[in-house]
């Protein structure tokens, strides 16, 4: 059974960095392609970022291009997603993803496993 636990959320403000890691036991991290994903109780759950199984390869979503780093440890089964340069609206509760392929992707459907989230709030 995989599961999958978020840390590093809080409140801070605009301009301030924050670190979301993700933790992953069950079977073989390596082996998954992993994602973050963000929601307001305005929107629907929406892509942020994603890694491939070895950490070579990343995809972010236009809005947080150069500011946010998605990187995996997969010594430590842990995912992280390094958030610089915050603005009010990165605020939501943001989870991580399991994907069912080794490569990066956007859809949602492709993950197969998520975490229960973190709440990331910026105040401006």
């Known amino acids: 059974q995989v599961q999958l636990v978020e840390s590093g959320g809080g409140l801070v403000q605009a301009g301030d960095s924050l670190r979301l890691s993700c933790s992953y036991s069950g079977r073989t991290f390596s082996s998954h392609a992993m994602g973050w994903f963000r929601q307001t109780s305005r929107k629907e759950r929406e892509f942020v970022a994603s890694?491939?199984?070895?950490?070579?390869?990343?995809y972010y979503i236009a809005s947080v291009q150069g500011r946010f780093t998605v990187s995996r440890d997969n010594a430590k089964n842990t995912m992280y997603l390094q958030m610089d340069m915050l603005k009010p609206e990165d605020t939501a509760v943001y989870y991580c993803?399991?994907?069912?392929?080794?490569?990066?992707?956007?859809?949602?459907?492709?993950?197969?496993?998520w975490g229960q989230g973190t709440q990331v709030t910026v105040s401006s």
């Open positions: 890694i491939n199984k070895n950490g070579d390869y990343t």
């Open positions: 993803a399991a994907a069912g392929t080794d490569y990066t992707t956007p859809k949602s459907s492709d993950y197969n496993y």
